[in-house]
């Protein structure tokens, strides 16, 4: 079997779609579409992080653990995300001289799939790509994250379609914002899809048609692309363990306690040193030494 030059994936809630080019046969796609029946997906953080101890810095730990939020840590790059059956999720995989013009770093991926879902959007608000994001106008709907290797390069997407505004409570404001954001917070800064597009199947259609634009589509099952129980393929994308939660939360707590100690005892320094430099007041005849 050929090598795949070309491999794109659609999570759209329980529609997945792959498209594949296959070496020496053109411009070649494969759309495969699995659907299952409707049904509400519990939300889970997913955050972009090497080290668990730092998932405090992007996370509402103490509200996670409390309401049972499952975390996946992902291999990607990228910004924390609350995600459920609102999320619209898009994944593009590549050998790096699959698509001409594209070079595998960050922005040269970006300019492309943003000149992809152009296509997709236009009538449909005014889309941005502004620096990592997908925005309509200044208000992000679409958050990027790439992984880059020698010789292959993963992009992916998550789309809010919708979401549920007490949800982002579980997350934090990200310490590194990007400049556009204007310190805004989660609600003043993003923006659903389903406010701008009739319908999530009009925006599934029009994906396949921008893809059109550029490839020759034809659908497949997914089971014929892929089986996951005849490969060896061991993913570094898992759920986290409550256990791993419940130290990531409790060494928050002791450097939070350990920071608060330390100002206190620079305040109580700080008074000393306030104190004498403060002139006394004299009393009586007393001239000191």
């Known amino acids: ?27 070649r796609i494969k759309v495969m579409k699995r659907y299952d ?9 997913v955050p972009a992080i ?58 040269s991926i970006m300019s492309w799939t943003s000149k992809l879902y152009g296509e997709v959007f236009r009538g449909f608000g005014n889309f941005h790509l502004r620096e990592n994001d997908y925005a309509f106008d200044t208000r992000k709907f679409g958050g990027n994250a790439q992984s880059i290797t ?25 310490m590194r914002a990007s400049k556009y954001r204007l310190a805004r917070d989660h609600v003043e800064f993003l923006c659903k899809m389903k406010e701008y597009l009739p319908s999530r199947s009009i925006f599934i259609e ?16 997914a089971e014929t692309i892929f089986d996951p129980s005849e ?19 409790s060494s928050q707590t002791s450097r939070q306690q350990s920071l608060s100690i330390t100002q206190r005892h620079r305040r109580s320094w700080w008074e000393v040193i306030k104190a004498m430099k403060t002139p006394r007041e004299k009393y009586g005849d007393d001239s000191g030494y």
Not at 37 to 45: E, L, R
Not at 152 to 173: A, E, G, P, R
Request: proline residues 5%; positive net charge; aromatic residues 10%.
């Open 1 to 27: 079997m050929g090598r795949f030059r070309f491999l794109t994936l659609l999570l759209v809630s329980a529609l997945l779609l792959s498209i594949s080019l296959p070496q020496g046969y053109g411009r």
């Open 37 to 45: 029946a409707g049904q509400a997906f519990k939300p889970s953080v």
């Open 50 to 107: 090497c080290d668990i101890r730092k998932l405090s810095e992007l996370a509402e730990l103490k509200h996670v653990l409390h309401d049972s939020i499952p975390v996946i840590k992902r291999f990607t790059g990228g910004g924390t995300v609350i995600v459920d059956d609102g999320t619209i999720f898009a994944a593009i995989i590549c050998n790096k001289d699959d698509v001409p013009g594209v070079q595998p770093y960050p922005r």
């Open 150 to 174: 020698k010789n292959q390069w993963i992009h992916h997407t998550s789309f809010l379609w919708n979401y549920d505004v007490k949800n982002m409570d579980y997350l934090k404001l990200p």
């Open 206 to 221: 029009r994906t396949i048609t921008s893809l059109e634009n550029h490839f020759s589509v034809r659908h497949v099952q």
């Open 231 to 249: 490969s060896s393929f061991s993913p570094s994308t898992r759920l986290l363990l409550e256990k791993e939660l419940q130290e990531a939360y």
